[in-house]
């Protein structure tokens, strides 16, 4: 299985920061890297698929980035509605699976 | 708009059985490639398993932690996703998710205890 280890496990942060969520997979993934993020009582929401690519609908201010196994998270300016957690998925090979989860918190 | 509800969830012991529904609309279900994952409380998520489309095969595959125990079939004349849960163990305590491509369900809780 390829394990997916993300970094930090959560951080704080001020509105306006800038984030940066780091995810290193164990085996090479391509570019086969999503992002979710996830708030309590709710489903994970797409941000990134295809390492880069920003899904309908998501604000600018979030960013994806690499190729392999290091792979990046980037919120350029953290909003309030930004307080949440975040995962990284490989879906280069079978199992698919998830990072541990960042949780960024209210500084 | 794509819509994913699941239900079936509920409180079982352990090594008993549970079987999952996601009734699926928005989308032509037929085609799609579909996955269940879950979230157990206090933890991240975890991928559990997916069905390939009858034209892509058919085919199925699983988490590592669930393989030989959860089945998932479908029902592509109901628009419906499945998921078989046998020999549940305490751990297989979580929120189940139905998902295709992005678009995820709301989820339905699971508990394993006696």
């Known amino acids: 299985d390829t394990q997916m280890t993300q970094s930090p496990s959560s951080l704080s942060a001020s509105v306006g920061d800038k984030v940066t969520i780091t995810c290193r997979a164990s085996?090479?993934?391509?570019?086969?890297l999503n992002w979710y993020q996830q708030k309590p009582g709710k489903a994970p929401n797409l941000l990134i698929y295809a390492a880069s690519n920003l899904e309908n609908g998501v604000p600018s201010r979030f960013s994806g980035s690499g190729f392999g196994t290091d792979f990046t998270l980037t919120i350029s300016s953290l909003q309030p509605e930004d307080f949440a957690t975040y995962y990284c998925?490989?879906?280069?090979?079978?199992?698919?699976?998830f990072g541990g989860g960042t949780r960024v918190e209210i500084k | 708009e794509v819509q994913l509800v699941e239900s079936g969830g509920g409180l079982v012991k352990p090594g008993g059985s549970l079987r999952l529904s996601c009734a699926a609309s928005?989308?032509?279900?037929?085609?799609?490639?579909m996955t269940w994952a879950r979230r157990p409380p206090g933890k991240g998520l975890e991928w559990v398993g997916r069905?390939?489309?009858?034209?892509?095969?058919?085919?199925?595959d699983y988490a590592t932690a669930v393989k030989g125990r959860f089945t998932i079939s479908r029902d592509d004349s109901k628009s419906t996703l499945f998921l078989q849960m046998t020999s549940l163990r305490t751990e297989d305590t979580a929120v189940y998710y139905c998902?295709?491509?992005?678009?995820w369900g709301q989820g339905t809780l699971v508990t394993v205890s006696s």
């Open positions: 998902t295709r491509g992005g678009a």
């Open positions: 069905i390939k489309s009858k034209t892509d095969g058919g085919t199925t």
């Open positions: 998925q490989q879906t280069f090979s079978v199992p698919l699976t």
């Open positions: 928005g989308f032509t279900f037929s085609n799609s490639l």
């Open positions: 085996q090479n993934s391509g570019n086969y």
